[in-house]
């Protein structure tokens, strides 16, 4: 199964982030978040989505998902705590991913 990882951005931006998490978002080879969030990360080199619809970006996300190889890494960023009131709430809630 394609790893998708929900990484929640601090008031401080990247800087807010460990170095280990850092390094997970440079990995990732899909990072979905809003222009904000993926401006944090202007050197990545895969491919980024931006996030607009909490309900369009599940079903992207899982498109992503079911058409992904075994190196498919999925970063998802978000604002604050995203198991509060958050898309990684919306994730885990979806079964069929």
Avoid: C, W
Avoid at 3 to 10: D, K, N, S, T
Avoid at 52 to 67: C, H, K, M, P, Y
Avoid at 75 to 91: E, M, Q, R, Y
């Amino acid at each position: 199964m394609t790893p998708i990882h929900v990484v929640g951005i601090g008031l401080d931006g990247a800087a807010s982030l460990s170095d280990q998490v850092k390094q997970l978002v440079e990995r990732g080879t899909l990072l979905v978040g809003s222009e904000r969030h993926l401006g944090y990360f202007p050197k990545h080199q895969g491919s980024q989505l931006v996030l607009g619809n909490f309900t369009d970006a599940i079903e992207l996300i899982r498109n992503q998902v079911n058409s992904a190889d075994h190196d498919t890494l999925i970063v998802v960023l978000v604002s604050g705590d995203p198991l509060f009131f958050g898309l990684a709430a919306i994730v885990l809630s979806q079964k069929t991913m």
